[in-house]
C-alpha cells in the first residue's frame, strides 16, 4: 500500500529529473531510495505500534468525513 500511496509523487518526479540529468543511475537509484527508506520507516514503525491502542471505528468515521469534505471542496473549486 506504501508504493502504491507514493506513485507519481515529488519524490518520484525528483528521481526522474535526477536520472536525466546524471550518467550515474546506481547511485541516483541508491541515494533516493536510502532517503525514502531513512524518511518513512521511522514513521511506518510509529504507526504499527500505536496503531493497537487507537479507536479504528473513530479513525475510519473521521478519514471519511476529511476526505468527503475535501472531494466536496475539489468539486466545487
Known amino acids: 500500500l506504501f508504493f502504491l500511496a507514493e506513485m507519481g509523487d515529488k519524490t518520484q518526479v525528483a528521481t526522474?529529473?535526477?536520472?536525466?540529468?546524471?550518467q550515474?543511475?546506481?547511485w541516483m537509484v541508491i541515494g533516493t531510495t536510502l532517503g525514502m527508506l531513512?524518511?518513512?520507516v521511522?514513521?511506518?514503525i510509529a504507526g504499527?505500534?500505536?496503531a493497537g491502542k487507537l479507536p479504528i471505528t473513530?479513525?475510519?468515521?473521521?478519514?471519511?468525513i476529511i476526505f468527503f469534505v475535501l472531494?466536496?471542496?475539489?468539486l466545487v473549486w
Do not use: D, Q, W
Not at 473513530?58 to 471519511?64: E, S
Not at 472531494?71 to 475539489?74: E, N, S
Open 58 to 64: 473513530l479513525i475510519h468515521r473521521a478519514c471519511a
Open 24 to 26: 550515474e543511475l546506481f
Open 71 to 74: 472531494g466536496v471542496v475539489t
Open 48 to 50: 504499527s505500534m500505536g
Open 42 to 44: 521511522p514513521v511506518v
Open 16 to 22: 526522474v529529473v535526477l536520472a536525466a540529468k546524471y
Open 38 to 40: 531513512l524518511a518513512n
